[in-house]
């Protein structure tokens, strides 16, 4: 019996196939590729792209001409002859003042602000999130708050105060009050994000290892930080960007000889000495934007991922 039932049923099941062959598809009408709406979609989509690459492209290719083929006053045509003495000179001969060593002095006066400035401030920020979304402190919800009120206030307003303070300290000027700087300001919005992060993991992950014994060190190095790629992913790219492209720090906390390379790079493009040369300038200006550049796009699909998981939220 138990086999003729089975047999019933595989034969009602192939005749509700067959109906449902017979009588065609079935389901809703896929969409097509030039309705309306992706029409519109795409169209904006390409005009953005357009509005950023357009002057991305007018920079590469006046960097690979001469001053000659510049001055025929078409911007838009790619050169009749590449060449690269624009970025030699950009990198190692373009001056600012007394000096004519290009870019390369404030490239590594960079180099020695970014390195420091992006490990302190993420190894600290990260032990605070920890703490804040794992470990129940006195006081931990006044400090979060406090947190989120500095990741707010603007930077303007915090200069004087700062350069009083740094010099007091006797580091004014120096990369060291800078590294300083960029570590302090760098810390809320990355407590945040990574109080955010680690909130979101599950907690019985935290219990578990405290009912086995672990303490705060271990379950930070052997728990959550294996499990925080991401973020810490988010939080590199942030600070770099935001370090590597600052001004307004660099000039006020630095001397000419510390100067990093956006500050370099604003003397060489306003120089007024000697003839102005435009194909020197776009290439100074893509060698100062490289950095940030080459970091996202190796890392950026960790970076949506980290951002997503980091969100703010209540």
């Known amino acids: 019996m138990a086999n003729i039932s089975t047999l019933n049923t595989a034969a009602a099941s192939f005749d509700a196939v067959s109906s449902q062959l017979a009588s065609g598809p079935s389901g809703r009408k896929p969409r097509r590729i030039f309705a309306p709406r992706n029409i519109m979609l795409y ?6 792209a357009l509005y950023y690459l357009l002057p991305l492209y007018v920079m590469v290719v006046t960097s690979l001409k001469g001053m000659p083929e510049i001055r025929l006053g078409n911007i838009f045509s790619p050169p009749m002859e590449i060449t690269f003495e624009p970025w030699v000179k950009a990198w190692a001969q373009a001056c ?11 490239f590594w006066n960079s180099v020695r602000i970014l390195v420091p400035s992006v490990v302190v401030s993420i190894a600290i920020a990260s032990v605070s999130g920890y703490a804040l979304a794992n470990w129940r402190f006195k006081g931990a919800e006044l400090f979060f708050s406090i947190l989120i009120i500095g990741a707010f206030i603007p930077y303007q307003v915090m200069i004087y105060p700062i350069v009083i303070v740094l010099r007091e300290l ?13 570590t302090i300001f760098g810390m809320p919005i990355l407590t945040l994000l990574f109080r955010n992060y680690f909130a979101s993991l599950p907690v019985e992950l935290f219990k578990a290892a405290r009912i086995d014994g672990a303490g705060f060190w271990q379950i930070y190095f052997r728990i959550m930080l294996p499990m925080s790629l991401p973020i810490f992913v988010v939080a590199m790219i ?20 510390t100067y990093p390379m956006t500050v370099q790079l604003n003397n060489i493009v306003n120089s007024v ?4 040369e435009y194909n020197v300038n776009m ?14 796009f190796l890392s950026g699909r960790l970076f949506v991922r980290g951002i997503a998981a980091g969100a703010v939220k209540g």
């Open 43 to 48: 169209g904006a989509l390409t005009v953005a």
């Open 96 to 106: 600012t003042g007394l000096n004519c060593d290009g870019l390369s002095r404030g």
């Open 170 to 182: 006797g580091i004014y000027g120096t990369l060291t009050g800078l590294v300083i700087v960029h």
């Open 238 to 257: 942030l600070q770099v960007t935001g370090i590597w492209n600052d001004f307004l720090f660099g000039v006020v906390f630095t001397r000419p000889d």
């Open 273 to 276: 000495q000697g003839v102005k």
């Open 283 to 296: 290439a100074a200006t893509l060698l100062t934007g490289a950095v940030p550049l080459i970091v996202y």
